[in-house]
């Protein structure tokens, strides 16, 4: 049987496999895997029927469905649906189902539903995207080495990270196949990516026994395919539009989320409110109008008091600190990891957990996994468990008292990665999965909450070292780079989340100190980001002595970070819209594209450049460009022919300004 959707084509055969072709040339093959395979092989149908097209009316609009439906030995059934919405070209969403018709139960160890497995291009290299949260550092997107596998696992990891966005992409200069799930919750699911000399494996699989009993049935997750043209951003930008479509919405910036930002970690574990009062003048200097609180501020995770030896005035002090950034005219954002409990296990870093007072009143709202451990998030600390009302009211509770009554302006939701399963028989949970539904909801509370205390409140979702959990974007005013290793970590990741959550989204570069060489503002400002730091200010040796890490501003530092605050808040490319115009990859040098009204802002970066350039985007009229970090004319061009030589080490930064005619 052969369908043809535009410019795909497919290719059923009698074996559960489907080929799929893009303007007629193969692309990849996918299909169901069952293992081990010995017991049930796919390959070999009692009977198979295909049905279609049947018209449907779905969130993602109108369109056709075909199904296949192939019998095997023990009444084992499987049934491919697969789905075209005209809006939708070049793409085409598939569910797999399996069915036991017979009267015995039938065990399976491992599905593939599907595994899809594309020829790899010689001598092409290939680039890809893989979305789960594996490891704090990971690179979203890199080239793909010839010999790589990686389970990407979508659920939490126990001590661990975990979830992320459900999506794989691989492309070449030529041509980019994607897959993904398009549910709206979480799944305990994997991506694994498998390379070799000559193909591409990968799949959306689920590990662990099942036991099928007669008139049960197991359903994939709703899967789609995406072939596309460029990098990553054009895939993960259809994953937002095709989530909005069934629900999951990203939440909106207000301009305070465009704001620039200074970040008291530079301090450590151990600020004083002393140290952030003096460095205010500093900040309404620099143009800096964010003040975050970072982490260790408080006595124990889970209560969230003040510690009273570095901030011994409680409540009264914290209010009184806030009110001092407030009467400098600036923004007082705070540090805060919910739905965690210090249980007298474990530490992190050099402190040692204790007992928090909401464990020792409220054991039982902990998160247990399947052998009645306790489920643990990255740092190690007991998880609460989102879906008991009681947990809810509590974390709600807390978002008064920051902002309500302390008068905190947004929050820094730090190490926010996923939530494990409940097996917690205490909590009468109908499904394990009750805990991982109500982990999103509950942080669209809090920015609900946050919001109606203060209308513009900033709430950043960090994961740090990973990819957004994508049932936390619509929680999330601001998103983060997220502990950058690189000055392209950095550029990279703004670009994810301008695909990710919209290309007028307010994206935290994060601190410039860990950009390359510690003061890389042209990869914070040109990809389109808002510029960060953690400095400490002024020199104190008590204050020097106890850092690890000392990010003094030196008075040589001093005029380089007034001059790019400056520049950022003239300029503020950050709140224009991003244009996918440049794959990230594949052209040279790195390039990317803001549009904000009438003018482009151009960032071009390479260690060394000479050549001439292509500025994508222009509309047909004659342009003025400007390096607006240097305030030097670089050239005039047509938008006709918009190609002009250029010369730059490291980065370029340019303004297109329109020329009236």
């Excluded at 390039?591 to 009438?598: A, L, Q």
């Amino acid at each position: 049987m052969n369908v043809n959707f535009g410019n795909l084509g497919f290719e059923f055969d009698n074996k559960a496999t489907i080929s799929l072709f893009y303007k007629e040339k193969l692309v990849s093959k996918l299909f169901p895997l069952v293992e081990p395979p010995d017991q049930f092989p796919l390959d070999s149908p009692v009977k198979t029927s295909f049905q279609g097209p049947v018209a449907l009316s779905a969130s993602l609009g109108e369109g056709l469905r075909y199904t296949v439906e192939m019998s095997f030995e023990h009444n084992l059934v499987c049934l491919s649906y697969i789905e075209y919405y005209p809006h939708w070209q070049d793409n085409v969403f598939l569910r797999w189902r399996f069915e036991n018709r017979g009267n015995v139960p039938v065990e399976i160890h491992r599905l593939s539903l599907p595994r899809l497995i594309i020829p790899r291009p010689t001598p092409k290299r290939v680039w890809t995207f893989q979305g789960a949260a594996v490891q704090w550092g990971q690179d979203f997107a890199f080239e793909l080495p010839t010999t790589f596998s990686r389970d990407n696992f979508l659920g939490h990891l126990q001590d661990g990270e975990g979830g992320g966005i459900p999506l794989v992409d691989f492309w070449t200069p030529d041509l980019g196949i994607a897959l993904g799930h398009l549910e709206t919750v979480s799944q305990p699911w994997y991506m694994p990516v498998e390379a070799s000399d000559d193909q591409i494996t990968a799949s959306l699989q689920r590990r662990g026994n099942v036991l099928l009993e007669p008139g049960s049935g197991l359903e994939s997750p709703y899967t789609v395919l995406m072939i596309h043209h460029g990098d990553f951003f054009e895939p993960v930008a259809r994953y937002r539009e095709m989530m909005k479509l069934r629900g999951v919405v990203p939440a909106q910036p207000s301009s305070e989320d465009f704001e620039p930002a200074w970040c008291s970690w530079g301090y450590e574990f151990d600020v004083r409110p002393e140290e952030i009062e003096g460095i205010l003048p500093m900040l309404t200097r620099l143009g800096i109008r964010w003040v975050t609180l970072d982490d260790r501020w408080f006595d124990h995770y889970g209560d969230w008091n003040p510690r009273q030896d570095t901030f011994p005035g409680g409540d009264e002090g914290m209010k009184n600190l806030v009110d001092r950034i407030h009467q400098t005219g600036l923004k007082a954002q705070l540090w805060w990891y919910p739905l965690c409990a210090e249980d007298g296990h474990g530490q992190w870093d050099t402190l040692t957990y204790g007992y928090s007072q909401i464990f020792r009143e409220h054991p039982d709202w902990v998160v247990l996994n399947p052998d009645g451990s306790i489920a643990r998030n990255n740092r190690h600390l007991a998880m609460l468990c989102p879906a008991l009302p009681e947990v809810q009211n509590y974390t709600l509770k807390l978002v008064k008292r920051f902002i309500g009554e302390w008068g905190f302006d947004g929050f820094k939701l730090d190490n926010i990665y996923t939530m494990a399963l409940c097996y917690n028989p205490a909590h009468g949970h109908q499904r394990p999965e009750e805990s991982v539904r109500a982990f999103g909801s509950l942080y669209r509370q809090i920015l609900a909450e946050s919001q109606r205390l203060r209308p513009q409140a900033v709430i950043q979702i960090c994961p740090c070292g990973t990819p957004l959990t994508f049932d936390l974007i619509s929680a999330t005013t601001q998103t983060v780079t997220a502990d950058p290793t690189s000055s392209y970590q950095v550029r990279q990741r703004i670009k994810f989340y301008k695909a990710l959550m919209g290309p007028q989204a307010a994206v935290f570069a994060d601190h410039v100190e860990l950009t390359d060489g510690g003061m890389d503002f042209a990869s914070q400002i040109g990809a389109g980001g808002v510029p960060g730091t953690k400095f400490v200010w002024p020199e104190q040796p008590e204050t020097m002595a106890r850092l690890r890490e000392v990010w003094l501003l030196t008075s040589e530092k001093e005029g380089v970070w007034e001059k790019w605050f400056q520049i950022y808040n003239e300029h503020r490319p950050a709140e224009g819209e991003y244009l996918n115009l440049y794959d990230m990859t594949f052209d040279y040098p790195e390039s990317h594209v803001i549009r904000k009204g009438e003018r482009f802002y151009f960032a071009f970066f390479a260690p060394i450049f000479k050549g001439e350039v292509e500025f994508r985007g222009l509309d047909a009229k004659l342009y003025r460009l400007v390096d607006y970090v240097n305030g030097r004319n670089v050239g005039v061009i047509h938008g006709e022919n918009p190609v002009l030589h250029i010369e730059f080490e490291q980065s370029l930064l340019v303004v297109a300004i329109p020329q009236n005619p």
